[in-house]
T-cell receptor, first 114, second 113 residues
């Protein structure tokens, strides 16, 4: 089945540092999405990417849809304490696989040291 | 703010009891999805419903689990005769269309004793 490998699994960084995480797969996806999940809450959509090569920003966050359609990365610039949480990538499979069946990565746990 | 609502937020059940989880989609959304999240893992698709129809339940265990989305009222995920392995966070998401972005609720955390 389709799987997403997300790395790193966890990271501790100092406030003000930039953060980079990525998601890779052996399968292609039509859409890549990045979510953030705070403890005890549901995932909140950060960025959605719809085309191979697309680079999209949302404030201090920047994400790119890989050219091969098999990967994506998320960068956070100048991290702040409220960036702490779990970041999930999710891929939306091609039509024949059921576009509604988001496939989630296992998450990157980010901790920011003040 | 008419986001996706789920209740209860926390549910404790003893083995063998039934668990009923409710989800009210975002206003204007008629597509509902249920996911399960085990600790330290990502979300796993369970079932996709539209009003009065189950579109895809390929991620649902074959036994004890059922889902519905009636014409009126919230979507219900029902787990009969719960076992300890059912302990997890269950998230509902909704969208305005099958290929549109899914928005998640806060989840129901089920603990089976």
């Amino acid at each position: 089945g389709q799987q997403l490998n997300q790395s790193p699994q966890s990271m501790f960084i100092q406030e003000g540092e930039d953060v980079s995480m990525n998601c890779t797969s052996s399968s292609i996806f039509n859409t890549w999405l990045w979510y953030k999940q705070d403890p005890g809450e549901g995932p909140v959509l950060l960025i959605a990417l719809y085309k191979a090569g697309e680079l999209t920003s949302n404030g201090r966050l920047t994400a790119q849809f890989g050219i091969t359609r098999k990967d994506s990365f998320l960068n956070i610039s100048a991290s702040i304490p409220s960036d702490v949480g779990i970041y999930f990538c999710a891929g939306q499979p091609p039509h024949t696989s059921g576009t509604y069946k988001y496939i989630f990565g296992t998450g990157t746990r980010l901790k920011v040291l003040a | 703010n008419a986001g996706v609502m789920q209740n209860p937020r926390h549910l404790v059940r003893r083995r063998g009891q039934e668990a009923r989880l409710r989800c009210s989609p975002m206003k204007g959304h008629s597509h509902v999805y249920w996911y399960r999240q085990l600790p330290e893992e990502g979300l796993k698709f369970m079932v996709y419903l539209q009003k009065e129809n189950i579109i895809d339940e390929s991620g649902m265990p074959k036994e004890r689990f059922s889902a519905e989305f009636p014409k009126e009222g919230p979507s219900i995920l029902r787990i009969q005769q719960v076992v300890r392995g059912d302990s997890a966070a269950y998230f509902c998401a909704s969208s305005g269309g099958q290929q549109e972005t899914q928005y998640f609720g806060p989840g129901t955390r089920l603990l089976v004793l």
